[in-house]
């Protein structure tokens, strides 16, 4: 069965015709159907094209999901009435994903088997035709997601005790990863405007590159605060990477998301000096919530870039069929299905705006410009709170009892608590909602929660709801 892009698109929906785009069946409450039978044309049938209904949402209690199970898991004494902390999100994926790894359930053999042909050419095809990015076809790499490939990356360029330049706030996992590969992180602190939103100190960035450092990772957009950097920051920091020999290691795994017409500007694009002396990291884990499936790609536009990754140990030339199903299927036919989710994900952040700024101002909030995630400033909720104070007094009272925690690989320890943690602790405890802390960002994130907005809005204001209950009730 071939899809419908692939045949014509003009050509179904002239066919459909227009009552068949109002839609009313519903798909497991989750999508709506536009057009009721499969179509017959040049004898291929043709699967009607189904919207996604992100008002919907999806159930994800009982799915072994790390949002919503494993939180429940590590409190179990908790209610947990919304997961918003690991990136991900609550909505049904572009169904063509589903059908096409349905299809390939029904042949029931495993053995070695090549990635979808047409694979690299549908990443060089997204790249272009959203972004006007150029990708050598060539120099794709795949990763087991993308930090896969930034551990490589680091491993193959750096060495052990090498220093790894991250501008702060930046995402949790960079630290891990960094210190995966024995190297340790060197921050810049960014200076976060009046508007919320960060710039970088450029004398601080230039400052400790200068000291010799040689790997800097660019998050773009970046985790946790929403920057789209434009073009101009990012030749800014690529002169200066390039000045001093330092590799630019682009994160770009979340530039399909953008609210309010903002623009993601790819590293690479920027010409080719900054090409040169960068690879850079995608998958479509994040836009089309696929990260289960662990599939990724990197490239580079300098090929001895992509050959020292591969040399140093890098090979990863097949990887779990259905994930590279997956992802080529979003690549084909995804985009209407990312426009949408992003007008919808940047309502949920103006309302979240609105909801902070009119019900509960304690928590200050302006809407980012990319990702999908919310940097809330808590900074006054905790001084109310005094979570300092409540943090340490746990901490002795956890140490006179004996009151442990247990970690994911089974490591016992007393469970202690950090100002972020106990703030984490409070909104579980009193709104019923899981969001990560600040600190866990690096510098500059003391204060502040990370929320995830990927959710239905009905989910969303519960959660807002049981927030102002929690800080009406102080
Ligand atoms: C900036 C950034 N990079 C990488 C990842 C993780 O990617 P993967 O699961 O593909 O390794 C995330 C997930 O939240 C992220 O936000």
């Not at 120099?139 to 997601?145: K, Q």
């Not at 992509?306 to 140093?312: C, F, H, M, S």
Request: include cysteine; charged fraction near 25%; hydrophobic fraction near 35%.
């Amino acid at each position: 069965m071939k899809s419908l892009s692939t045949i014509n698109r003009r050509f179904f929906i002239k066919g459909t015709g227009v009552a068949a785009l109002v839609g009313t069946a519903t798909l497991t409450g989750c999508a709506e159907q536009v057009g009721s039978e499969p179509q017959q044309i040049d004898n291929e049938t043709i699967t009607p094209y189904e919207k996604v209904n992100f008002d919907a949402g999806y159930n994800r209690v009982g799915t072994n999901s790390v949002k919503f199970d494993m939180i429940k898991m590590f409190n179990p004494d908790n209610q947990l009435d919304v997961g918003m902390g690991i990136a991900d999100m609550d909505f049904r994926t572009l169904p063509q994903v589903t059908s096409a790894l349905k299809k390939r359930l029904e042949t029931e053999n495993w053995g070695y088997e090549l990635p979808p042909l047409d694979y690299s050419k549908n990443i060089v095809a997204w790249n272009k035709r959203r972004y006007d990015a150029d990708v050598p076809q060539g120099n794709i790499l795949n990763s087991v997601g993308v930090l896969d490939g930034v551990l490589s990356t680091l491993k193959a360029f750096g060495k052990d005790g090498d220093r790894v330049l991250l501008l702060t706030p930046n995402y949790s996992s960079f630290f891990a990863t960094i210190h995966q590969a024995n190297m340790y992180e060197a921050e810049s602190e960014m200076i976060r405007n009046d508007d919320g939103r960060y710039v970088v100190d450029w004398d601080d960035f230039e400052a400790q590159i200068s000291t010799g450092i040689k790997l800097y990772i660019l998050c773009n957009p970046q985790n946790p605060t929403g920057n789209c950097w434009t073009a101009d920051e990012l030749r800014r920091m690529g002169d200066i990477c390039n000045a001093h020999d330092c590799l630019v290691i682009a994160d770009e795994i979340h530039c399909d998301f953008v609210t309010n017409g903002n623009k993601y500007v790819a590293y690479a694009s920027l010409g080719d000096k900054y090409a040169q002396n960068s690879i850079s990291y995608k998958s479509t884990s994040k836009s089309f919530n696929l990260a289960s499936h662990r599939t990724g790609y990197m490239f580079s536009h300098n090929r001895s870039y992509i050959d020292k990754v591969l040399k140093g140990g890098h090979q990863r030339l097949l990887l779990n069929i259905m994930g590279m199903i997956a992802s080529n299927e979003a690549l084909k036919h995804g985009d209407d299905y990312i426009d949408e989710q992003n007008l919808y994900l940047t309502e949920n952040a103006k309302y979240v705006e609105k909801f902070c700024a009119d019900r509960i101002p304690i928590i200050k909030y302006q809407v980012q410009e990319g990702t999908y995630l919310a940097w809330l400033d808590c900074r006054e909720l905790s001084e109310k709170l005094d979570v300092e104070t409540k943090a340490s007094e746990l901490n002795i009272y956890n140490k006179a009892n004996n009151v442990t925690a247990t970690d994911f690989f089974g490591v016992t320890s007393i469970k202690t608590y950090t100002g972020g943690s106990y703030l984490k602790k409070w909104m579980l405890d009193n709104a019923r909602i899981d969001i990560n802390p600040g600190e866990n960002y690096g510098k500059g994130g003391d204060g502040f929660m990370r929320m995830n907005l990927a959710t239905n809005r009905a989910t969303l204001l519960k959660a807002m709801e049981n927030i102002e209950i929690a800080i009406n009730n102080i």
